[in-house]
T-cell receptor, first 110, second 116 residues
Framework: DTAVSQTPKYLVTQMGNDKSIKCEQNLGHDTMYWYKQDSKKFLKIMFSYNNKELIINETVPNRFSPKSPDKAHLNLHINSLELGDSAVYFC?????????FGPGTRLTVT | AQKITQTQPGMFVQEKEAVTLDCTYDTSDPSYGLFWYKQPSSGEMIFLIYQGSYDQQNATEGRYSLNFQKARKSANLVISASQLGDSAMYFCAMLVYGGSNYKLTFGKGTLLTVNP
């Protein structure tokens, strides 16, 4: 069984479109995260939710909106996609300190 | 603010030899954790090892050990008996505890290549 899953794995879209990435964890964890890994492999946190409540919101354009319908899901919706949004987006979950990462979603904006 | 520094963009090691990947950190918080993650070319993030700031002994997990020097604020990863499958990107990360806030701050990574 996959602990943290993301869909889709690859996403190619044009500038200006709106897209969503879904994340689900079956570990029973309370906290979920979205990270962005840029073309230079640098990983940076974007958002964190604890029990469906937003607790971390780094300096991210408001075109990015996370939504947590329940503790097991944290989706990322992106409006008006830009070329600079091309990256790998990782979802992660944790109970205490160890964070389990999903396989990543490679987003390419053309 | 927390900061992680990995000064080695790339490292090479011969198969079966040991290698040390450097990591220094900066935080004013007394309670924190240090992590190493491995990212192979397939892209997934694999947790390797964890060291808490109050742990008295260095963490070990199989062939991985963390050389924790608190006064120097360093948390180097030592991989013993390198294998070809160890070729990957390695990230050092720090987590500062603050209630429910478990934000990981990552270094820029070190690309390790194991030569046969």
């Amino acid at each position: 069984d996959t602990a943290v899953s993301q869909t889709p794995k690859y996403l190619v879209t044009q500038m200006g479109n709106d897209k969503s990435i879904k994340c689900e964890q079956n570990l029973g964890h309370d906290t979920m995260y979205w990270y962005k890994q840029d073309s230079k492999k640098f990983l940076k946190i974007m958002f964190s939710y604890n029990n469906k409540e937003l607790i971390i919101n780094e300096t991210v354009p408001n075109r990015f909106s996370p939504k947590s319908p329940d503790k097991a899901h944290l989706n990322l919706h992106i409006n008006s996609l830009e070329l600079g949004d091309s990256a790998v987006y990782f979802c992660a979950s944790s109970r205490l300190y160890e964070q389990y990462f999903g396989p990543g979603t490679r987003l390419t904006v053309t | 603010a927390q900061k992680i520094t990995q000064t080695q963009p790339g490292m090479f090691v011969q198969e079966k030899e040991a290698v040390t990947l450097d990591c220094t950190y900066d935080t004013s918080d007394p309670s924190y954790g240090l992590f190493w993650y491995k990212q192979p070319s397939s892209g997934e993030m694999i947790f390797l090892i964890y060291q808490g700031s109050y742990d008295q002994q260095n963490a070990t997990e199989g062939r991985y050990s963390l050389n924790f020097q608190k006064a120097r604020k360093s948390a180097n990863l030592v991989i013993s008996a390198s294998q070809l499958g160890d070729s990957a990107m390695y990230f050092c990360a720090m987590l500062v505890y603050g209630g429910s806030n478990y934000k990981l701050t990552f270094g820029k990574g070190t690309l390790l290549t194991v030569n046969p």
